[in-house]
């Protein structure tokens, strides 16, 4: 059973300014190019503004600039997108979990489990673990003894936290996340290493999302923080000890070493590398594949790496950049 | 048990031409340098043809150009590399698997599983997902609701299917993969950010293999897409809407950035960054560590990044090209 | 119940040089910033010595040459960081673990288990897989069919080690680490590609630490080989026969390509990639987001990789760098 709604209805349960008929109904979002007779689309950006004229979707959400070419009917907002986002929640609601534990999970005596909690199959919950109010986890998580779930998070399948981590409300994990393994620390003796105890912990604050395969490592001595409402896209590593503050959003494949701060508000792109140590600026952002060696103490835009161009052309800018250091010592 | 081949029945049965006595016989595969007698080596590349002259390999697959050198006994192909593949395959042969499902497999009675497939241990298959002919799963495989595994495919252990994603036939996924995680997506809403629902899903076709902890995003409205006979090393990152072209390969580390699309027959190297929307041609090689900004719209070789010198050499480098471009501002 | 040791008891049996009141005692480590009465703090790094100053720890392990400036008592070491390891070790012990394999384990008849070994809940031990004694492994780990794992080892939680593989003793291996999963080898055969199988393994040997979510494949024909003391941080990938030498350390999010060879106590940074069949001799040092391309004959630190400046700067930088490759064509 699909959920249909009004247009009419969109206006005004999301604040919207509507043009066309008040009685059409959508059951679903798409592409303004795939888009088919009852789905919504919407119009982010008015560089893509011609993709409107060929739409078979039924209503666009568009900013005012944008209204006058929807051939369509128009949900109009000054940030369509955000709408969009919206009101995709509402025609696309996640699958309904009931409450329980199913039967082949591992629940310790004595851990913590709040009411309305969903515990799916062969998940494992150990000795003093807290699980918040209405928590899911889906197959195959372990929750190691003495870690905190939030209330209403969501651990989607087999994310694993480490003893004595926390994680706030309404957060999102995803598969083959790991939070609270050990950080990277050794003390040198004599050619060999020795293993330094990482004793901090991690503390994840609330509406956190974190990707499938990212690593959260635990503190050497302090804990590793990742303030409220921090996104963390897929196979990112963060060393122990990092802070993030709240609001940053991190794409894919990024690492952050140890002990590096990053400000409220940031967004770095994907497969960026922090050395260890550094302090970066509130609103903050780089751009993909740079490395940052040094702290950032401003607001703006960093970007560092050698862009793609065709080898040859590419051994020839090598070649030059090092015989001009050459040249020049 | 070790399976002994003749040299003769090799020759018959690839195609191959024997240099040497047919009633040879081979058991396994080996380096040119570390072979022993009764073993079957090989000669990719001319380069190391220095390598023939020590070995104490039985018998050795090379080119014609090579075949004079050879001091054992020789098979002739023009691919040699192509030819020891094959019988690398019929001599190693991977351990049968009875079929069957393991007692501690956690299996809804509203999934489809076809005749002949094998379960593992602490496996997990919910509602509605569809296992083909001949499936196997090792263990702590996890299958979510309405996912569609295509026959003959392997999933060798700890792989991790979200709802709704389709895998083709002949398939091989190695441990700690993710297929079909949500997407990054995010609403910018004065300065927090608000989830886009990830509503699309995960296609992957025929004869497919993605290597461990390499994680595919699911769309965010059409779907994520791998053609027939993409494979992908480890710890790949792939974000929703990305297609990839039909017999593509890419190297470990590698991230794709949103809605890029890569053409067919390409070959990407280790640790490359594509940033989001590109669109790079068929046949197009990406050697590793590049950065991939901007779309790609001929066949042909490129390539980024600043390789690695001497540390003081490398200082020298970083400052001449900052002094140049800050005196042509 | 905590621990709690007195100074002088710690000179002694470390050897340390105490200067203040052999009886205070200690019951945990704290930084110096975040320190209280009954915690011992540390100095590895003269550079930071005005942290001293305001300090409330109970006592600092520091060096002869800061141990003047220290405000309270001072254990004195010349390796204080080594120091600290040693007393953190014994200060905060790991949880004790009862040997015992839990219920919910797939233990198989035919596996080789050593006694006082712990096989925590949900894990999978195959048929001849041999674990050593007092091996540890936590929820959720899988071990194939005939993998080693050495005495007094720690697998933490949802470890997979793959068929064949050989680990050593007291090796230290962290959440979704995959061991042993196939290289990446495919012939190509007339536009698309034929596996290669990978019939090699992998040989791990003492004191290994291995990070979360690394990947180290097996070897084609021969093994993969990470020798005695190599300690990797999280998300690496380590490709088929690539061989560490001892004591390597290696931070993460590194890729080394398939066939290369790491010397002995090289020192890499974090998101290198090294190129296949390269050779790195002992005793380098790589620092973090290099792109090593070619191998390394002597020992010292090296480079490469563009650092982050604004972006503006940075586009002026890549375009100056271009007009120089073309200009001199």
New interface residues.
């Given amino acids: 059973m699909q959920l249909e709604v009004s247009l009419g209805e969109l206006a005004v349960r999301f604040g919207l300014k509507l043009q066309g008929e008040p009685g059409l109904k959508v059951n679903?979002?798409?592409?303004l190019s795939?888009a088919r007779a009852g789905t919504l689309s919407f119009l982010a950006n008015s560089r893509y503004r011609r993709a409107l004229e060929s739409t078979h979707a039924t209503a666009v959400l568009v900013s005012q600039a944008d209204a006058a070419l929807c051939p369509v009917a128009a949900l109009i907002d000054a940030?369509p997108?955000?709408a969009?986002?919206?009101i995709?929640?509402l025609l696309?609601p996640?699958?309904a979990v009931p409450p329980g534990v199913?039967a082949?999970a591992?629940v310790s005596a004595a851990a913590r489990i709040s009411p309305g909690v969903s515990i799916?199959?062969?998940c494992?919950i150990?000795e003093d673990a807290e699980i918040g109010e209405r928590v899911r986890l889906?197959?195959?998580c372990?929750v190691?003894?003495g870690a905190r779930i939030g209330a209403d998070s969501l651990l989607?399948?087999?994310v694993?936290v480490?003893?004595g981590s926390s994680i706030g409300a309404r957060c999102?994990l995803?598969?083959?996340c790991?939070v609270g393994?050990?950080g990277?620390?050794?003390?040198?003796?004599q050619?060999?290493?020795?293993?330094?105890?990482q004793?901090g912990s991690v503390r994840i604050g609330d509406?956190v999302?974190i990707?499938?395969?990212t690593?959260i490592?635990r503190g050497a001595?302090?804990d590793t923080v990742l303030e409220d409402?921090v996104?963390l896209?897929?196979?990112i590593?963060v060393?122990h000890n990092v802070i993030i503050g709240a609001?940053t959003?991190i794409?894919?494949?990024t690492?952050i070493?140890g002990s590096t701060t990053l400000g409220k508000?940031c967004m770095i792109g994907?497969?960026v590398?922090f050395?260890g140590h550094l302090t970066i600026a509130d609103d903050v952002?780089?751009?993909?594949?740079?490395?940052?060696?040094?702290s950032?103490h401003n607001a703006?835009?960093?970007?560092?790496?050698?862009?793609?161009?065709?080898?040859r052309?590419?051994?020839?800018?090598?070649?030059?950049?090092?015989r001009?250091?050459?040249k020049?010592?």
Same sequence: chains 1, 2, 3.
């Fill in positions: 679903g979002v798409a592409t795939h940030n997108y955000l969009y986002s919206r995709a929640s696309h996640p699958a199913h082949s591992v799916g199959p062969l494992v150990e889906g197959a195959g372990i190691h003894r989607t399948s087999r694993t480490y003893a999102i995803h598969a083959g790991v393994a050990d990277f620390g050794f003390a040198a003796d050619g060999t290493w020795v293993k330094v105890p004793v509406d999302e990707g499938a395969n690593t490592d001595i302090d409402g996104k896209d897929n196979q590593q060393g609001h959003a794409a894919a494949c690492g070493s508000r994907g497969m590398g050395a952002v780089v751009t993909g594949c740079s490395l940052v060696s040094a950032i703006g835009s960093y970007s560092g790496g050698m862009p793609t161009v065709a080898t052309r590419w051994r020839r800018m090598v070649a030059q950049l090092r001009l250091a050459d020049e010592r």
